[in-house]
């Protein structure tokens, strides 16, 4: 078949190193891996011109904002700038505008050779997905990772009141399916009015054949400066919600029962800063290594380098609705994990059995969790070796696109009988 994936977010670069990023580029690469032809529709290839771009299994089709939505934008945004004032209005315009040039550009290309379905990722504002299926008569599948308009006022602010709302249950009302990553995101598209039997909750997953248990490369080791101590490590992004500010407290209490105790932290973002500033008060800076954002592809040779690997997600006012990416690729290495009780962390990881988990939050019990592991090899071994015995087999990128295929295939063969009208 011929699929159009559409990520129409300019939050991610599809050929950069975030876990959105990467998302994209397995489905598509699971999707090739099927036999099917797949053109990649998005605004942002690279966060950084510097950034070796990734590879990507598809057809790339680089749809640049135009010059003039871009010069409205930062109009707005100097305006807010003039004034002392901080708002997340030019972000959300900016999506607007860019939807309709989508829109546009996508029924230029698409209309006289038309693809099987369009595969799109959530975006907050983004209709023209929605507008572009109707019109060429294909179906369409949304994948949703968050509850955008929620999300955006928790964590970016909301310049718009009620309208990213609005938008949101506008565009998942005239999805065909809708592949929610959690089940507490199916709660919510539900509770915007859709029709349960058209969501289907699928989580995240892996690739088998990059994340899978393997010996430690001792030259990676010897680059990060580790040694023979014991390692705590955490990939992915420095921000609020993934529970990165608990890691200096974590450490310390675990430091106080192994001394030697080194903390790897892979990855980037906003918290970096104060993560250094905490460390350093605490007297804890050279037992933490920062590797920075790390290629897609050499994560799990540094996760392989983790005793246990960190999920310390912190209590949240709001439910979990996260698939954490991070969770699937540690325990497909067969590291040990340390998570948060919540959400699909609970789901997926038995306590005792293929991981640990403690209650959100909850510094000495997560010390404790870490303590209980470091002191018991054979525990971490059997619990790595479990937990990616159980990811191979049930979350893999080529089982998610599978679903995805066969739930295509169905409203492709339901539209053909459908009497004309």
């Not at 088998?208 to 990060?224: G, N, V």
Request: glycine share 8%; net charge neutral; proline share 7%.
């Amino acid at each position: 078949m011929k699929i159009l994936y559409v990520c129409s977010d300019a939050g991610i670069p599809v050929l950069g190193r975030k876990g959105a990023s990467i998302h994209v580029r397995e489905m598509v690469g699971a999707f090739a891996r099927a036999g099917h032809q797949v053109v990649l529709a998005a605004p942002v290839l690279n966060k950084s011109p510097w950034e070796t771009p990734a590879d990507v299994d598809a057809n790339l089709l680089h749809l640049r904002p135009a010059a003039s939505a871009q010069s409205v934008v930062q109009h707005v945004r100097d305006f807010f700038q003039q004034l002392g004032l901080e708002s997340s209005l030019p972000g959300e315009l900016r999506r607007m505008l860019y939807n309709r040039e989508m829109e546009s550009e996508l029924m230029r290309r698409f209309d006289a050779d038309r693809p099987d379905f369009i595969y799109e990722r959530a975006a907050l504002y983004a209709i023209g997905g929605a507008i572009v299926a109707q019109a060429l008569g294909v179906p369409r599948l949304v994948e949703l990772n968050a509850p955008l308009a929620v999300e955006q006022a928790a964590y970016r602010g909301n310049g718009l009141g009620e309208l990213g709302a609005k938008a949101e249950q506008w565009a998942l009302a005239r999805a065909d399916a809708v592949l929610a990553v959690s089940s507490a995101l199916r709660d919510h598209v539900v509770e915007l009015g859709i029709d349960p039997a058209k969501v289907h909750v699928v989580p995240n997953g892996v690739n088998p054949d990059l994340f899978h248990p393997a010996p430690r490369d001792p030259s990676l080791r010897d680059r990060l400066g580790l040694g023979e101590e014991p390692v705590l490590g955490f990939v992915g992004g420095l921000r609020p919600w993934h529970g990165t500010e608990l890691l200096p407290d974590v450490l310390a209490r675990v430091a106080a029962r192994h001394p030697g105790v080194r903390l790897v932290i892979a990855g980037d973002g906003p918290l970096r800063a104060e993560l250094l500033r905490s460390l350093g008060e605490r007297g804890l800076a050279g037992r933490v290594v920062f590797t920075g954002a790390v290629a897609h592809q050499e994560v799990p040779a540094v996760i392989r380098q983790f005793d246990v690997a960190l999920a310390p997600y912190p209590a949240l006012d709001h439910p979990f609705y996260f698939s954490p990416l991070k969770l699937f690729e540690y325990m497909a290495c067969g590291v040990p994990v340390v998570a948060a009780n919540c959400g699909q962390i609970a789901e997926m990881i038995r306590d005792g059995e293929t991981g640990l988990l403690h209650p959100p939050g909850d510094l000495d019990a997560l010390a404790d969790a870490c303590d209980a592991l470091l002191r018991n090899p054979k525990k971490r071994l059997l619990l790595g070796e479990r937990a990616a015995q159980f990811v191979r087999a049930n979350f893999t990128w080529d089982r998610n696109a599978s679903r995805a295929l066969e739930l295509a295939r169905g409203l492709i063969e339901s539209r053909a009988a459908a009497p004309a009208r």
